[in-house]
């Protein structure tokens, strides 16, 4: 305070007690601050009131304060309102001391602003409401009466309107380590939680304080849970913590092998045609294909330290699953003969406008578009070519098929005649194949390739899953995929494919399949990852990718070359895993293709795949099919971010559902050394996009027209409002078939030894990208049609192609609580639990057996990059500063 004869009109300084503003304050937020102003002018009881009276008319909500004790105002605001904020709070102040004066309610020997001195021309009268300070002072009496200020007026505006007012805080531990206000309670977060809780929020400017207020304590309450379910989601969330990605090598139980980094171009021909890069996982589609071929790095077992030479040609010694002749072969899920894509027209009623949003979020199919099907039967999967160049006859094999609930008979659909995507004589897929003019590889090997033994299937399994007696079917559909046994060290692969023995699991001295360390690091960094995700609102996935992987920029003094017989470049495997996971784990320097082939007769392969003792791996009921249209979307968020999204429309119920685009946050690479194919465990979550996106979805649905064509698949053509300012970026038609297979699985919680079911799924999806006929504006409206690629496929994409994914559905129920959990609730499901149920094993098992099983995948497909696959320098030098692409 200031002395007795000090005339100062006003004084600010900072509180003894001000805000401790630590390093993730300082790092994190705007500056706070807590000071004090002082005056000649001491406010009683009905000043106070007055006083807040005309600063809450202001329309501002502020942290001002008045401490009844010292007779000052404790204000906080962030640095650059303070001088606003002084300001505001001395024109206030003055305009209560003008109005007293003006009523000549104030007493004797003021000491008072200079602005209102002028009113002063006769002895006053005590004022109700103010007095000087040196009046208070000199009145003895008044020195030891103390008044309280009316609890509202402790609080900022909005909140002090209230019935129930309240505070809440984080905790000291939170907020040291970062935790603050600006980051759990954004301007979006704060204005969901107060319509969800019909409550009012403010946040104070220190980043630790919200002010609650509400009609009921009840209700006080609930917000104030749910703000601290927000605050301990960050608490389980650093924010400095970075994506996660784990790299294993898998070798199928093999310890003290040697391992090598190689080229992925020191592969043959066939190696590097069947490599299809995703467009979307490249900024620059240029790069693409030029820096696998260039940097591209693989790991490889080479336990005998085989000289480069007697190692030389990769992937020689892989079958392929089909034969040439066969790759046009369609995916048998969906055929042109049974399964169509429903004509929709523009919406003009009703029944889709955008105002009809519970029809559209139900997924609930409208009767205006039914599906265009014979529900009776429906042919699920094709043969696969046998081991002869000539097909068998109808009366020696029989495709699969799956019978629905309704009571006909299942039809037979002969193998030889062709069902064709396009055209009179061939099909989408096989006017884009590329003929080569190479004689077949294979033709020696034919004779070696020899199926394993078939297990049949009981006849009540054939029931349940609604499908044909196994042994109907070819022996081709349930092999491994063999390798040349003879002369194997001279022509040992890049991931050595070797034949998979059903043995004993009792066997001693023997490693098992996966390392335990594997399982157990796995599980460690899923329970830390899953944590904080019991109060995320949004969409969580766990699931398993099949696809392959490579490594960029490893040093090249790592690398075995041609020529280069180097045995200090032999490592043990273990030290491979760690120098990869110390230096290779960024996008930079890893990437993950999950384009598996072009061909439907693989994808058929994959769907009524066998284990090593014939027995079928999948179900494949006909009603786990789909169709969706996706539509890649770029726009801009309120802040001016960047926001990619995918708006998926059902093919036919015509519903959609919106999905941001990002990459996979964290995922566990898991490198299968002797295999062709690898395969990652991936746990991604994305938010709930706000309404504009949401209703950018609908109108893109409720203006969608898709005309059926002859070739299978539809034109489409949407339009939509410019001013949402939405680019759509691509296009494509995603059919999708689901498989599915009942395991039994032991919990591994150490009180339960019991076993409990899961369902393990396989997705195997046929992407077609769709290219731009046209795009126009009429009437502010974007208008966009959409057709298949045909030969004017994009460099490096093929027109068609196949991915596939693994989800066990425990996982999967459990995450649907996040989709509808509202914000600042927790889920019921807890990561011990998950986790303890054993489902992330037994995925991670089958996917392995499902990696062992597909070395020939894709043998025949081609990336179209003819002119980047030579393995010769140029001959002629180039100038100096010319810059040549050497692959190898």
């Known amino acids: 305070m200031q002395s007795h004869d000090a005339v100062i009109e006003w004084s600010a300084r900072g509180t003894s007690e001000a805000t401790s503003r630590t390093d993730a304050v300082r790092l994190h937020d705007a500056e706070?601050?807590?000071?004090?102003?002082?005056?000649?002018?001491?406010?009683?009881?009905?000043?106070?009131?007055?006083?807040?009276?005309?600063?809450?008319?202001?329309?501002?909500?502020?942290?001002?304060?008045?401490?009844?004790?010292?007779?000052?105002?404790?204000?906080?605001?962030?640095?650059?309102?303070?001088?606003?904020?002084?300001?505001?709070?001395?024109?206030?102040?003055?305009?209560?001391?003008?109005?007293?004066?003006?009523?000549?309610?104030?007493?004797?020997?003021?000491?008072?602003?200079?602005?209102?001195?002028?009113?002063?021309?006769?002895?006053?009268?005590?004022?109700?409401?103010?007095?000087?300070?040196?009046?208070?002072?000199?009145?003895?009496?008044?020195?030891?009466?103390?008044?309280?200020?009316?609890?509202?007026?402790?609080?900022?505006?909005?909140?002090?309107?209230?019935?129930?007012?309240?505070?809440?805080?984080?905790?000291?531990?939170?907020?040291?380590?970062?935790?603050?206000?600006?980051?759990?309670?954004?301007?979006?977060?704060?204005?969901?939680?107060?319509?969800?809780?019909?409550?009012?929020?403010?946040t104070s400017s220190n980043g630790r304080t919200v002010y609650v207020g509400a009609s009921g304590i009840e209700k006080a309450i609930e917000v104030k849970r749910k703000l601290h379910t927000l605050a301990q989601f960050l608490s389980l969330t650093p924010r400095d913590m970075k994506q996660v990605v784990k790299i294993f090598l898998y070798s199928e139980g093999d310890r003290s092998v040697m391992g090598e980094y190689r080229y992925v171009a020191d592969g043959n021909g066939k190696l590097l045609r069947n490599y299809i890069l995703d467009r979307f996982d490249w900024p620059h589609p240029e790069e693409r294909y030029p820096t696998v071929f260039q940097k591209g790095v693989l790991v490889r077992l080479n336990p005998d330290n085989e000289p480069w030479e007697e190692a030389q040609s990769l992937s020689d010694t892989v079958l392929p699953i089909v034969k040439e002749g066969n790759t046009r072969e369609e995916f048998g899920a969906f055929k042109l003969s049974n399964w169509?894509?429903?004509?929709?027209?523009?919406?003009?009623?009703?029944?889709?406008?955008?105002?009809?949003?519970?029809?559209?979020?139900?997924?609930?199919?409208?009767?205006?578009?039914?599906?265009?099907?014979?529900?009776?039967?429906?042919?699920?999967?094709?043969?696969?070519?046998?081991?002869?160049?000539?097909?068998?006859?109808?009366?020696?094999?029989?495709?699969?098929?799956?019978?629905?609930?309704?009571?006909?008979?299942?039809?037979?659909?002969?193998?030889?005649?062709?069902?064709?995507?396009?055209?009179?004589?061939?099909?989408?897929?096989?006017?884009?194949?590329?003929?080569?003019?190479?004689?077949?590889?294979?033709?020696?090997?034919?004779?070696?390739?020899?199926?394993?033994?078939?297990?049949?299937?009981?006849?009540?399994?054939?029931?349940?899953?609604?499908?044909?007696?196994?042994?109907?079917?070819?022996?081709?559909?349930?092999?491994?995929?063999?390798?040349?046994?003879?002369?194997?060290?001279?022509?040992?692969?890049?991931?050595?494919?070797?034949?998979?023995?059903?043995?004993?699991?009792?066997?001693?001295?023997?490693?098992?399949?996966?390392?335990?360390?594997?399982?157990?690091?796995?599980?460690?960094?899923?329970?830390?990852?899953?944590?904080?995700?019991?109060?995320?609102?949004?969409?969580?996935?766990?699931?398993?990718?099949?696809?392959?992987?490579?490594?960029?920029?490893?040093?090249?003094?790592?690398?075995?070359?041609?020529?280069?017989?180097?045995?200090?470049?032999?490592?043990?495997?273990?030290?491979?895993?760690?120098?990869?996971?110390?230096?290779?784990?960024?996008?930079?320097?890893?990437?993950?293709?999950?384009?598996?082939?072009?061909?439907?007769?693989?994808?058929?392969?994959?769907?009524?795949?066998?284990?090593?003792?014939?027995?079928?791996?999948?179900?494949?009921?006909?009603?786990e099919r789909s169709s969706t249209y996706e539509f890649i979307c770029r726009s801009k968020t309120l802040e001016g971010a960047e926001l990619n999204f995918v708006v998926g429309i059902d093919a036919t119920k015509f519903y959609n559902r919106v999905k941001q685009f990002k990459p996979d946050q964290n995922c566990f690479m898991v490198h299968c050394t002797k295999r062709v194919w690898d395969f990652r465990l991936v746990l991604s979550i994305s938010q709930n996009l706000d309404d504009t996106c949401v209703r950018f979805a609908k109108e893109l649905t409720s203006s969608l027209r898709v005309t059926p064509k002859n070739d299978g698949i539809p034109e489409l053509e949407v339009s939509y409002d410019k001013n949402y300012d939405v680019e759509v970026l691509a296009v494509r038609t995603r059919n999708t078939a689901c498989c599915n297979s009942e395991v039994s699985i032991k919990n591994t919680h150490r009180n339960q030894g019991s076993s409990h079911a899961d369902v393990q799924r396989l997705y195997i999806s046929e992407v077609w990208e769709m290219g731009l006929l046209s795009k126009g504006e009429l009437e502010q409206r974007i208008q966009l049609k959409f057709a298949r690629y045909k030969n004017n496929e994009r460099s490096g994409m093929p027109l068609l192609w196949y991915e596939a994914i693994l989800k066990s559905d425990t996982f999967s129920t459990a995450f649907e609580q996040?989709?509808?959990?509202?914000?600042?609730?927790?889920?019921?499901?807890?990561?011990?639990?998950?986790?303890?149920?054993?489902?992330?094993?037994?995925?991670?098992?089958?996917?392995?057996?499902?990696?062992?099983?597909?070395?020939?995948?894709?043998?025949?497909?081609?990336?179209?990059?003819?002119?980047?696959?030579?393995?010769?320098?140029?001959?002629?030098?180039?100038?100096?500063?010319?810059?040549?692409?050497?692959?190898?």
């Open 340 to 623: 169509r894509y429903p004509t929709k027209g523009a919406d003009s009623s009703s029944s889709l406008l955008i105002s009809d949003a519970s029809t559209a979020q139900s997924g609930q199919s409208r009767t205006a578009y039914q599906p265009v099907l014979r529900p009776e039967i429906e042919n699920w999967v094709s043969n696969l070519p046998a081991l002869n160049n000539n097909r068998p006859g109808i009366s020696s094999q029989k495709d699969t098929t799956v019978v629905s609930q309704a009571p006909k008979k299942a039809t037979e659909h002969p193998t030889s005649s062709k069902i064709l995507l396009a055209g009179n004589s061939t099909s989408a897929a096989a006017r884009e194949q590329s003929q080569s003019n190479e004689p077949d590889p294979f033709a020696l090997l034919w004779r070696r390739y020899r199926p394993l033994p078939v297990v049949q299937t009981s006849k009540s399994e054939e029931t349940q899953s609604c499908e044909l007696n196994p042994q109907t079917l070819p022996s081709t559909e349930t092999r491994e995929p063999q390798l040349a046994q003879n002369n194997e060290r001279a022509s040992r692969s890049l991931r050595i494919t070797m034949n998979q023995k059903a043995g004993s699991r009792t066997v001693r001295n023997v490693f098992p399949e996966f390392d335990p360390d594997m399982m157990m690091s796995i599980n460690k960094s899923l329970a830390d990852l899953m944590a904080p995700l019991r109060m995320w609102s949004g969409v969580v996935d766990l699931r398993i990718d099949l696809g392959r992987f490579y490594f960029l920029n490893v040093k090249k003094s790592h690398i075995q070359e041609p020529g280069d017989d180097d045995d200090e470049k032999y490592y043990k495997l273990e030290r491979i895993r760690t120098e990869l996971n110390k230096r290779h784990t960024s996008n930079e320097k890893l990437h993950f293709t999950r384009v598996l082939t072009k061909s439907g007769a693989d994808a058929n392969y994959i769907a009524h795949m066998s284990d090593k003792d014939g027995n079928p791996m999948w179900k494949r009921p006909a009603h």
């Open 818 to 888: 996040n989709g509808k959990l509202e914000l600042g609730n927790e889920v019921r499901w807890t990561p011990e639990e998950l986790l303890k149920s054993g489902a992330v094993e037994e995925l991670i098992r089958k996917a392995a057996n499902v990696v062992k099983n597909m070395d020939g995948v894709g043998f025949w497909s081609d990336n179209l990059q003819t002119e980047l696959q030579r393995r010769i320098v140029p001959a002629v030098k180039p100038a100096k500063g010319q810059y040549t692409a050497k692959f190898w």
């Open 32 to 202: 706070p601050m807590e000071f004090i102003l002082s005056s000649n002018w001491v406010l009683k009881t009905e000043g106070v009131k007055d006083f807040y009276e005309v600063l809450y008319r202001r329309d501002e909500n502020l942290e001002i304060t008045y401490d009844h004790t010292l007779h000052v105002f404790r204000v906080k605001c962030l640095s650059h309102k303070e001088v606003g904020v002084v300001s505001l709070v001395k024109d206030t102040l003055d305009q209560l001391v003008q109005k007293e004066t003006e009523k000549g309610l104030v007493g004797s020997h003021l000491i008072m602003p200079i602005c209102s001195q002028r009113y002063l021309t006769k002895p006053q009268e005590a004022s109700s409401k103010i007095i000087s300070l040196e009046d208070w002072r000199k009145n003895e009496s008044r020195l030891g009466q103390e008044f309280k200020v009316p609890d509202k007026y402790l609080f900022p505006r909005d909140v002090a309107a209230c019935n129930i007012r309240d505070t809440w805080d984080i905790s000291e531990t939170w907020f040291k380590a970062g935790i603050t206000t600006n980051r759990m309670l954004p301007e979006s977060a704060r204005s969901q939680l107060q319509r969800l809780t019909g409550t009012v929020l403010v």
